[in-house]
């Protein structure tokens, strides 16, 4: 099984593709607009992920702008 992720431009698009995939009786879930935030930080998470750790000093320095 694979996930796709597809983002349309407007409501016409999104109904003709949620009932194309009902047809096909293909399993679909639409985001509400938290939960596409969530997955869209994770995917910058995702790539800019270094394998680097970081002291939690220089986290809270960085915040404070020091």
Do not use: H, P, W, Y
Request: hydrophobic letters at 35%; a positive charge; glycine letters at 4%.
């Amino acid at each position: 099984m694979a996930t796709l992720v597809i983002n349309t431009s407007n409501q016409n698009e999104l109904n003709l593709l949620k009932s194309l995939l009902k047809q096909m009786r293909i399993k679909s879930k639409e985001l509400k607009a938290e939960e596409e935030e969530d997955f869209l930080l994770g995917q910058i998470m995702v790539s800019e992920k270094t394998g680097k750790t970081v002291s939690k000093d220089t986290i809270i320095k960085k915040l404070k702008g020091k």
